[in-house]
């Protein structure tokens, strides 16, 4: 039997064993609601509570500036219209990029329509990256936030936070970053990165699904989203997802922990996968930046050739990789990056994200296949193009 080779870790990540021992205790033995005052009840309190702190440890910060929430686009969603309808009497202007995930795409256009926002969307450089400068320039005396990706999904670009941080202080405006690429690879430091706001999600580090983070600095005031029980300091009612919670928090731990190993792995396997592709196929070419992306990140396009095709070709191999703009809904799987960073209208990617299971094996079998499968698809592609003329 073929073994399965998964390299889609920044769709989903699977579950850490370790991670999974933990939240199955919250199935059946400490499955009280947090706000129960009996001993049950209590239990699953102090369970958020240890994993509250747990975060904050590695974050550096206070355990109440933890907000659970449901996952990345949750936190976006809370971070961005928590300060816009907070600031509304202060301003109405935000800053962002045009590469950034969809999450916070949506929640800016959604903003822009009924919260009477303006935004200004960044251009990026060839590697998809934000220019500080830029930041700089775009703020005006209506701005309220800045919020710019730490590492970008599709092509993993990592941007320069703290440098875009101390500009933001500077003029004493907000800064949101979306982590949720970032966390298993980069420093989560607060008080180093300088951001007042971060979002994280459980399913790229080996977490749980559903389960995500908003870091608020103590002296930010934001309007909730949900209202009900006034759970989560009253910024995210409902309650608690207790065992997605504890999950969380071992996944991070874990991952921070093993993150500059991890990094040094992973980033050769990088190199290997990129230099095999490049030197094998021709008119093949890195998306994003070749040094300053994530560890894990390969995004490659390949001229004349549907990414789509090469996905299904893979997945008869049990190799399993998606098209560069995996978060895409419109017909033509075009990529809102590729086409910021001013690629060519008709060309599309193929994403492939390595994980703590990639061995230098599974990495050699890819470049073993993706070859053959490239030409077939060429010529296919010419054989239907001569029968049309
Ligand atoms: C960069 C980035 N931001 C936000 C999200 C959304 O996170 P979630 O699916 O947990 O809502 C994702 C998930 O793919 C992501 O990659």
Not at 1 to 12: G, P, R, S, V, W
Not at 24 to 51: Q, R, T, V, W
Not at 161 to 171: P, V
């Given at each position: 039997?073929?073994?399965?080779?998964?390299?889609?870790?920044?769709?989903?990540t699977s579950v850490h064993n370790?991670?999974?021992?933990?939240?199955?205790?919250?199935?059946?033995?400490?499955?009280?609601?947090?706000?129960?005052?009996?001993?049950?009840?209590?239990?699953?309190?102090?369970?958020?509570?240890?994993?509250r702190e747990t975060i904050a440890?590695?974050?550096?910060?206070?355990?109440?500036?933890?907000?659970?929430?449901?996952?990345?686009?949750?936190?976006?969603?809370?971070?961005?219209?928590?300060?816009?309808?907070?600031?509304?009497?202060?301003?109405?202007?935000?800053?962002?990029?045009?590469?950034?995930?969809?999450?916070?795409?949506?929640?800016?256009?959604?903003?822009?329509?009924?919260?009477?926002?303006?935004?200004?969307?960044?251009?990026?450089?060839?590697?998809?990256?934000?220019?500080?400068?830029?930041?700089?320039?775009?703020?005006?005396?209506?701005?309220?936030?800045?919020?710019?990706?730490?590492?970008?999904?599709?092509?993993?670009?990592?941007?320069?936070?703290?440098?875009?941080?101390?500009?933001?202080?500077?003029?004493?405006?907000?800064?949101?970053?979306?982590?949720?690429?970032?966390?298993?690879?980069?420093?989560?430091?607060?008080?180093?990165?300088?951001?007042?706001?971060?979002?994280?999600?459980?399913?790229?580090?080996?977490?749980?699904?559903?389960?995500?983070?908003?870091?608020?600095?103590?002296?930010?005031?934001?309007?909730?989203?949900?209202?009900?029980?006034?759970?989560?300091?009253?910024?995210?009612?409902?309650?608690?997802?207790?065992?997605?919670?504890?999950?969380?928090?071992?996944?991070?731990?874990?991952?921070?922990?093993?993150?500059?190993?991890?990094?040094?792995?992973?980033?050769?396997?990088?190199?290997?996968?990129?230099?095999?592709?490049?030197?094998?196929?021709?008119?093949?070419?890195?998306?994003?930046?070749?040094?300053?992306?994530?560890?894990?990140?390969?995004?490659?396009?390949?001229?004349?050739?549907?990414?789509?095709?090469?996905?299904?070709?893979?997945?008869?191999?049990?190799?399993?990789?998606?098209?560069?703009?995996?978060?895409?809904?419109?017909?033509?799987?075009?990529?809102?990056?590729?086409?910021?960073?001013?690629?060519?209208?008709?060309?599309?990617?193929?994403?492939?994200?390595?994980?703590?299971?990639?061995?230098?094996?599974?990495?050699?079998?890819?470049?073993?296949?993706?070859?053959?499968?490239?030409?077939?698809?060429?010529?296919?592609?010419?054989?239907?193009?001569?029968?049309?003329?």
């Open positions: 039997m073929k073994k399965e080779i998964y390299l889609d870790n920044a769709a989903a370790e991670v999974k021992q933990e939240m199955l205790k919250y199935f059946d033995l400490n499955y009280g609601n947090p706000s129960s005052i009996h001993s049950k009840g209590l239990e699953a309190k102090n369970a958020i509570e240890k994993s440890t590695i974050f550096n910060c206070k355990p109440e500036e933890i907000i659970f929430t449901s996952g990345g686009t949750e936190s976006i969603n809370l971070a961005l219209k928590g300060i816009a309808k907070s600031m509304k009497n202060k301003g109405n202007h935000i800053i962002t990029s045009k590469v950034e995930h969809q999450a916070v795409l949506k929640t800016c256009e959604y903003l822009e329509k009924y919260e009477n926002c303006r935004i200004t969307y960044l251009d990026v450089d060839k590697f998809g990256m934000v220019n500080p400068k830029d930041v700089e320039s775009a703020i005006c005396d209506n701005t309220i936030l800045v919020s710019i990706m730490y590492a970008n999904n599709e092509i993993g670009t990592i941007n320069p936070i703290e440098e875009i941080a101390k500009i933001t202080r500077k003029y004493n405006i907000y800064f949101h970053t979306d982590a949720c690429q970032a966390a298993g690879y980069c420093n989560l430091e607060i008080k180093k990165l300088g951001v007042d706001m971060l979002s994280l999600n459980g399913s790229k580090i080996y977490g749980p699904k559903g389960i995500g983070i908003l870091y608020v600095k103590s002296n930010i005031k934001l309007v909730p989203i949900l209202h009900g029980g006034g759970q989560e300091n009253n910024l995210r009612s409902g309650t608690e997802n207790v065992m997605n919670i504890v999950g969380f928090a071992k996944a991070l731990e874990i991952s921070q922990y093993k993150r500059l190993e991890e990094t040094e792995r992973l980033t050769r396997l990088r190199k290997q996968l990129i230099n095999g592709i490049v030197s094998q196929i021709t008119n093949s070419g890195l998306n994003g930046h070749p040094t300053k992306r994530l560890p894990n990140n390969i995004n490659i396009s390949f001229e004349d050739v549907d990414a789509e095709a090469v996905i299904l070709y893979l997945n008869e191999y049990k190799i399993y990789a998606s098209i560069g703009s995996a978060c895409a809904n419109n017909e033509k799987n075009e990529s809102h990056v590729l086409n910021a960073m001013h690629k060519s209208d008709n060309i599309d990617s193929v994403r492939f994200t390595l994980g703590k299971d990639t061995t230098k094996e599974d990495i050699e079998k890819v470049l073993d296949v993706l070859p053959n499968i490239i030409n077939s698809l060429r010529k296919i592609k010419e054989t239907i193009k001569i029968k049309k003329k």
